[in-house]
């Protein structure tokens, strides 16, 4: 069972282009004006999931942070 979990949470194997879209991705939705979001029929999918958008953010940020690639 150890092992499984160290698979399924080694920082080292998930990949960093993959973190990054998800981070530029969750970024833009929650930093660009609601004019923008608006345009997209983004406003109310950010109402609803911004708490989630959020956290995906916060988390992709920090292992973009602690990735040294």
Excluded at 9 to 33: N, Q, R
């Amino acid at each position: 069972m150890e092992k499984f979990l160290e698979k399924l949470f080694d920082i080292k194997k998930i990949p960093t282009k993959l973190l990054f879209v998800i981070w530029l991705s969750s970024g833009l939705i929650l930093f660009v004006p609601q004019k923008f979001l608006t345009k997209l029929n983004l406003a109310d999918f950010l109402k609803d999931y911004g708490k989630y958008i959020g956290i995906a953010f916060l988390v992709s940020s920090a292992f973009l942070l602690v990735n040294p690639y």
